[in-house]
Structures are given as C-alpha cells and as structure tokens.
C-alpha cells in the first residue's frame, strides 16, 4: 500500500507549495512544500517548535498563511472557511482530546455524521437505521461498542482519543490529520492505537504528527522531519533513522 | 407498563402535565381577577427565559439584551392597539385629530411613515415575532460571523439595550418617550380592560406558552439541540466537524428574540402599556435572573423561575424597596454559586429520586442525570 516511488502529478492528493505563515514577523513555517500522495500515511517528527501543529492548522484552515498555496484534490483550499475544507474531505484530530463531553458517545458520534449540517437539516435529522449502522460500525471500530451511551466525559483519556478519532471516521474523509494520536496513552492503548491507524489508513491518506518514535516505527511508512518551519528531511524511516542532520537536531536527544 | 417506559413518560412529560395544570386550573381557581392578572404579567417574561434557556443554557450566549426584544413585540402591538384608539372622534380635541395623543403634544401633524404598517392587525401580528428576530439578526450576524462572543457578546447586548432605550426615550413625537405608549384600550373593538378580557387574556398567554414550551423542546430533542450543546462545549470541534457554527448561533438568537417578542405583546395586551422603563437594562438582566434561578438547562424551570422570582419582587419590593435589589442581586450570586442548574437541578437531583423510590420501587437512589443531556426540559 505505500506507494513509495515515482510521484505521479494524479495520485497527489494534497500539495503544499511555497507556504510561509509569519505570527508578528516570525516564521513558524517557512517557504514549505510538502506533497502528500492517495493513501499514504505520513508521519510528521521534528522537535518542539518545527512547526508540525501549525502545518496541520495551515491544511485545516484554522491558520491562514501568508503566503504560498495549499491545493487539496486541486482545489485552493487557503481562502476557504474550516466547515467548507472539512466537507471537501479533510478530517483533523486535535493534539488534546476534543470531544463533547456533555453527550454520549453516540451523540457524539451522530453530530459528526456529514448529514444534516445546516440549521434546518439539523432539525428535521432523523437517526435513521442507516445511521445507526454506521455508528455502530463506527464504535466497534474505536472500541467504543459497548460504551455508546456513556457520556463522554467519563470515558479514559485513551477512549476520548480513539472517540475523537472515530468522530472524524464518520465523515469518511479522503485526507485525516491526527496530532499526536497516542499521546498520554497507555502501553496497551498505543499497541490498539497502532493497530485501528492500521486499518483506517485503507482507502484514505493520513497526516500523523508523532513523538513517540518506537509508535513511529510502528505505523510509519513515510516520514517528513519538520525543522524551525521547513522540510529537514524525507524519506522511510530507517533512512530519515540514518540521516545525520535528523540525528542531530531531533533523534539525537 | 413498564417502569422504564413509566420513568421516562414522567420524565418527559410530568413537569409539563403539572405546569399546565397550575396554570390551566390552579391558579384561576385560586387567584383573584387582580392576581390572575399580575400571574398573567409575570408569564409573558416566561416567554423571554424559554429563549434564553436556549440561547444561555443549551448554547452558551449569554445575552443581557432580551428587553429589547421584548420591548420591540411589546411595542408593535402598542402601535396598533394606539392607533385603534385614536380614532378621530377620540381625539378630536386635538390640533390633529387622528393621530395619537402624545404625537399631537409633541407638534407632530401627521403619522410617522413606519407607524402606518399597525393599521393593520395582520402585519402587527408577524411584526411581533419578525422585528425581534430582525434586529436579533442583524446584531447576531454581524458578531457571530465575526466570531465575537462570550462576555464580548453579553456586553455589545447591554451597550445595544442602552442605546435603543435612549433611542425611544429620546425621540418623544414618534415613540411616546419615557412615559411609553399609553392609554390602549380595544383589540378588534374588543375592550381589553375589564376583568373579563383580562382573564381571558390569561388563558391565551397560557397557552402560548405552553406551546411556546412544547416548540422549545422540539428543538432541543432534535439534532439541533445537541448541536447547540456542542457547540457551547467544544465550538471548534463542531466546525471542524463541517458546521458553519455562526448560522446555528444566529439561529438560535433569533428564536430567543421572537419568542421575547411575542412575551412582549402579552405583557403588553394585559398590562394596557409599553415603555422603556420596562425594556431596559435592569430587566434584561432581571430577565437573565429569572432564568438563573428557575434553573437554565430546564424549559419548565425557567418559566417558574420567572413567576417566583416576579411574585417575591411584587410582594418585597413593596415592602422593602431600598433592599430589594440587593437581594435579588444576593440571590443571583447564591443560585450561580451555589446550585447552578438552579431549582430544576435541585428538583432533579433531590425531588425525582425520592419521587421514584416512593412511586416506582427503586431500591437505591439513582445517581443524578447529567443536567445537559436531560433535554427533556
């Protein structure tokens, strides 16, 4: 599945080019290009303040750049809002669980379903038996089944992530960004974390921001090292693992 | 049946059977003509809290505005309810017979071009909902699309509920000033001053409400309501889950303004005046303390909220006027402190459990429902 070889201009799905954001004349991410191609899984390392969450807030809208493009299934997403990128297709996980903790884990599956999400959809929204299949496809997958009415508050810092994860499968995106997906996980939660990323990666691209580097190991096929705003290195991981600069600035600590 | 379809038919529907029966039976069998009539008053700002319960409690917009938008539907059937009465075998001794008293003293010959609308009582009607929910959303708009909120918001509703306050005192000839539009006395050629219509009155206000009530919970049990917690959770979350956010907090403003407008108009119709002494800030705030105290994640606890709070200031403020506010003041801070889902949480997490031991068997006493996702309320 990793398609490692020549990059073919149909099967890149994302394309990052010449982009520059600067907070008040400092430049988190500087002149980058990044290309991500159909059903790759990238993972993005680089020491605190490479830039790794700001590239992922560039893709998603959150943060405007101030230069250079973003083209996602050729289209320019920079000057759209985050609900319109979101329905082209492109699904992000936050770095710190962010999850309704007021509803239950199917409600907060349900409002991630892409149906009903004008003011006057949401209000006529059925929870059709189609939907709930999907839900509960969708939590046996996370691991969630038989926690589909616990609210979500209660659940352990792992279960929040796998079901903010879960709320991104629904929308079924092409592209998904999880920033640091394990983060705060137990051994055992990471070994199941490594395993759904796995299987959700067939038939979509993933964007992983990562510092565990033995979870790296573990699901990487590609990686990009990200320093002080640009690409340092690209590659597989036993390259990048060899690389000297990387060992350097990054792997070295 | 059984006890869980029981629980949850009472927990739908008990807190609604036993309100309408207060208000459908008790009250006009206890009450006097004069108090059915002050319960009447206190209802129409009913219609406010339901608003704010779902623009405040289910969504996080605090506003301290919601007078004006119940001023605005107040006003609209003042207007017409003035221009019936200043026919001009009424007004005939003024300078221009035919227009209202307070524009003839203020040398205004002829009717302002936006009082000519209110002849008609089909327009009046809509207008009561429609201008509320106008001017809601022009404001709403303007900040939510901006993404202005939080207290940002609740200030801009203040600053807007002081400038439209001085607007309408200011402008005398055209809107009555500080005293307000006064002296109403038929609706259709129905004279809405005697006992009688008062009490009928009543029930139309009552009923409103109720289904005033019943159009709150279809939104809240929908989609939409969870939406609306969600978005009060976790608002980036929800636009990063492909919502366009603003038009849902839009929405929901909008909804609040119509349904203080149409409270407006009752109060209007029972009370025989508007003014803007009614309208400004400190109701609006008082309307906030209302809905603080009767509980803000539950309709019917609002609306209660709105009766008692309303009956103790009557009763003390007779009594102690100096004081009164301090104490409303004190009970705010006490209720946000202290019980934050206000009596509706109290009933939830003390009466209901006891309740359903005694009724229903339950041997231990069932942890209390999280307050958000009980949208039965």
């Not at chain 2, 108009?265 to 209302?290: D, R």
């Amino acid at each position: 599945m990793p398609h490692i070889g020549p990059v073919v201009e149909s099967d890149i799905l994302l394309a990052l080019e010449g982009v520059t954001v600067s907070f008040d004349g400092f430049k988190a991410v500087n002149d980058l290009s990044l290309y991500i191609q159909k059903g790759e899984l990238r993972v993005i390392i680089g020491p605190n303040g490479a830039g790794k969450t700001t590239v992922l807030d560039l893709i998603c809208g959150r943060t405007k750049v101030s230069e250079g493009s973003i083209a996602f299934k050729d289209t320019e997403v920079t000057k759209l809002k985050e609900h319109e990128i979101v329905r082209l297709g492109i699904g992000r996980k936050f770095q710190n669980p962010s999850i309704y903790e007021d509803l239950t884990v199917l409600e907060n599956l349900e409002i991630s379903y892409p149906k009903g999400r004008g003011v006057f959809g949401a209000l006529g929204f059925r929870r059709t038996a189609e939907v709930a299949d999907r839900i509960d496809e969708i939590a046996d997958m996370i691991f969630l089944k038989e926690h589909l009415n616990t609210k979500a508050e209660i659940l352990s810092h792992g279960q929040k992530q796998w079901l903010e994860i879960g709320m991104l499968l629904i929308q079924d995106p092409e592209l998904l960004m999880l920033d640091e997906p394990v983060a705060g996980m137990s051994v055992a939660e990471r070994v199941k974390t490594a395993e759904l990323l796995n299987r959700i990666i067939e038939g979509r691209a993933v964007i992983v921001i990562e510092h565990d580097m033995k979870f790296v190991e573990s699901i990487a096929h590609r990686v990009t090292v990200l320093h002080q705003g640009k690409v340092l290195a690209e590659g597989r991981m036993d390259k990048i693992q060899e690389d000297p600069k990387v060992r350097e600035v990054y792997l070295g600590h | 049946m059984t006890n869980a379809k029981l629980r949850s038919l009472a927990s739908n529907w008990l807190g609604f059977v036993l309100l309408s029966a207060l208000l459908i039976l008790v009250f006009p069998a206890v009450l006097d003509d004069f108090r059915l009539n002050l319960v009447g008053k206190y209802l129409s700002f009913g219609f406010v809290v339901l608003g704010l319960v779902l623009c405040w409690g289910y969504t996080g917009i605090l506003s301290l505005g919601q007078g004006i938008f119940f001023g605005l539907g107040g006003y609209c059937i003042a207007m017409f309810l003035k221009l019936e009465a200043s026919t001009p075998e009424n007004t005939a001794i003024q300078s221009t017979p035919g227009i209202p008293d307070f524009m003839d003293w203020n040398q205004l010959t002829e009717l302002p071009f936006f009082w000519e609308p209110f002849h008609s009582f089909a327009f009046t009607v809509i207008a009561i909902m429609a201008v509320p929910a106008a001017v809601a959303f022009i404001l709403a708009y303007a900040m939510f699309k901006r993404r202005v909120g939080g207290v940002y918001f609740a200030i801009i509703t203040q600053a807007v509920t002081a400038v439209l306050t001085i607007l309408i005192i200011g402008q005398q000839g055209y809107t009555g000033g500080i005293n307000g539009i006064t002296d109403l006395r038929t609706l259709l050629g129905w004279d809405i001053r005697t006992d009688e219509a008062h009490n009928i009155l009543y029930f139309i206000c009552v009923a409103l409400l109720l289904v005033c009530i019943l159009l709150g919970r279809f939104v809240l049990k929908s989609k939409l309501g969870r939406i609306l917690v969600a978005i009060r959770d976790k608002e980036e979350r929800v636009r990063f889950s492909g919502y366009d956010v603003a038009n849902f907090k839009v929405f929901v403003f909008c909804v609040a303004a119509a349904l203080a407008g149409v409270g407006g108009a009752m109060f209007t119709l029972q009370v025989g005046f508007m003014s803007p002494t009614i309208i400004g800030i400190v109701p609006s705030i008082e309307m906030v303390i209302f809905c603080a105290l009767g509980g803000r994640l539950s309709l019917i606890g609002a609306v209660l909220g709105a009766l008692i709070v309303n009956a103790a200031k009557t009763t003390f403020s007779e009594m102690f006027p100096e004081l009164w506010l301090f104490a409303m003041g004190g009970l705010f801070i006490g209720v946000t402190l202290f019980f934050p889902r206000g009596l509706a949480g109290l009933v939830d997490d003390y009466v209901v459990p006891f309740l359903s031991k005694v009724f229903l068997g339950d041997k231990k006493t069932p942890p209390p429902e999280p307050a958000v996702t009980k949208l039965a309320e």
